[in-house]
């Protein structure tokens, strides 16, 4: 089944500078995690505050998302993902 990321949630993570969200492959949850730094690759102007950093991540949803796809493997073992 391919990847999907019909849980629109994500979450600020200030410690780790970067962004969680979620997508789904069949009934598994697949983690991601996107830094700060690649968000600034889209978002020049990128607020270093949690409310600009996820406006940033809202706005590139389409092209992060891509990304995320693109990294996904169907490797059963690999749960996490990190956009770098």
Known sequence: MALSFS????????????VWFWGYDNAREITFFVEDRVLMNFDSALGADEAGVLA?????????????????????????YTLH
Request: hydrophobic content about 25%.
């Open 56 to 80: 940033s991540f809202d706005r590139h949803r389409d092209e992060i998302l891509k990304i995320a796809m693109a990294l996904y493997t169907d490797d059963r073992r690999q749960t996490l």
């Open 7 to 18: 849980n629109p949630s994500r979450s600020y993570d200030g410690t780790k500078h970067g």
